[in-house]
């Protein structure tokens, strides 16, 4: 089975540059890559995952990632 990808869009409370949340997300097993953007949101996080299921489960613990205020996902078709 094809793994599941999904761009999860991350907003970071409270702090002027958003690196140090960054760096915890990457330690989130199932998340690729990470890095900061310009915008609405802080951050944006590659994610890949078995299913559904999984991909939920990562997303849960980016939210749980200290520092992280809103995440959005978008999940490949």
């Known amino acids: 089975m094809q793994n599941m990808k999904a761009l999860a ?5 409270g702090q002027s ?3 140090k949340g960054i760096q915890a ?5 199932g998340v ?8 609405r949101f802080d951050a944006v996080a590659l994610l890949s995952a078995e299913n ?9 613990k980016i939210r749980a990632v200290e ?3 809103k995440t959005e996902t ?3 078709v």
């Open 67 to 69: 520092g992280v205020k």
């Open 52 to 60: 559904l299921e999984k991909l939920k489960e990562t997303v849960l």
């Open 74 to 76: 978008l999940i490949q």
């Open 17 to 19: 540059s958003p690196q």
């Open 25 to 29: 997300i990457l330690k989130v097993q």
């Open 9 to 13: 869009l991350i907003r970071i409370k």
């Open 32 to 39: 690729e890559m990470a890095f900061p953007v310009f915008g």
